[in-house]
């Protein structure tokens, strides 16, 4: 088994649209995404688990601002998570190389998710709060126009104390990316 983690612009085009293919498949149309558009910032990676050089799971974080009372955290949101062969403890690998990543870099990590997955997150190490994407907004850097969110729990990797500093009060989270 082998852990790769790699810039968005290196990815091949067969990755993405393997990629884009489970996202659909997972969670519908609305998830295939130009990667190399939608996540264009160079500290954007993408993980992939492989075995016998087959992509067995794969998940992407992308670089976050986040706005809470006017101070700005420099966060990294985790998404397009998937496992492609399930129960065989890729999912668990894949978080753990992205947990790591994380510690290395000192940095938070950021998910949200349905709730029928939380308690994947929660066995593998990361922080839960039930219903958190309700706290947070996206505001267009261009226009400075507020999008709701939908509902779902947030997971997190605390790498620093943002999220600690979040929960003491009920104030909304301003980020300038849309929700991952």
Same mark, same amino acid.
């Given at each position: 088994?082998?852990?790769?983690?790699?810039?968005?612009?290196?990815?091949?085009?067969?990755?993405?649209?393997?990629?884009?293919?489970?996202?659909?498949?997972?969670?519908?149309?609305?998830?295939?995404?130009?990667?190399?558009?939608?996540?264009?910032?160079?500290?954007?990676?993408?993980?992939?688990?492989?075995?016998?050089?087959?992509?067995?799971?794969?998940?992407?974080?992308?670089? #976050? #601002?986040?706005?809470?009372?006017?101070?700005?955290?420099?966060?990294?949101?985790?998404?397009?998570?998937?496992?492609?062969?399930?129960?065989?403890?890729?999912?668990?690998?894949?978080?753990?190389?992205?947990?790591?990543?994380?510690?290395?870099?000192?940095?938070?990590?950021?998910?949200?998710?349905?709730?029928?997955?939380?308690?994947?997150?929660?066995? #593998?190490?990361?922080?839960?709060?039930?219903?958190?994407?309700?706290?947070?907004?996206?505001?267009?850097?261009?226009?400075?126009?507020?999008?709701?969110?939908?509902?779902?729990?947030? #997971?997190?990797?605390?790498?620093?104390?943002?999220?600690?500093?979040?929960?003491?009060?009920?104030?909304?989270?301003?980020?300038?990316?849309?929700?991952?």
């Amino acid at each position: 088994m082998k852990t790769e983690i790699r810039t968005i612009n290196s990815l091949s085009e067969s990755e993405t649209e393997l990629i884009n293919t489970w996202m659909e498949k997972e969670f519908g149309k609305k998830y295939i995404r130009n990667l190399k558009k939608y996540y264009s910032s160079e500290e954007a990676r993408c993980f992939f688990i492989k075995e016998d050089d087959e992509i067995a799971a794969f998940g992407i974080i992308n670089p #976050v #601002v986040a706005d809470h009372l006017g101070e700005k955290h420099y966060i990294f949101g985790m998404g397009d998570l998937l496992t492609i062969h399930r129960s065989k403890g890729y999912g668990r690998i894949l978080m753990e190389a992205i947990m790591e990543y994380l510690e290395k870099h000192r940095k938070t990590g950021l998910g949200f998710c349905a709730r029928k997955n939380t308690e994947f997150y929660k066995k #593998v190490g990361l922080g839960i709060k039930e219903d958190f994407m309700k706290r947070f907004r996206y505001k267009d850097p261009e226009t400075g126009k507020i999008s709701p969110t939908e509902n779902g729990d947030g #997971v997190f990797y605390e790498g620093d104390n943002f999220i600690q500093e979040i929960l003491k009060t009920d104030e909304l989270i301003y980020l300038d990316t849309k929700l991952w």
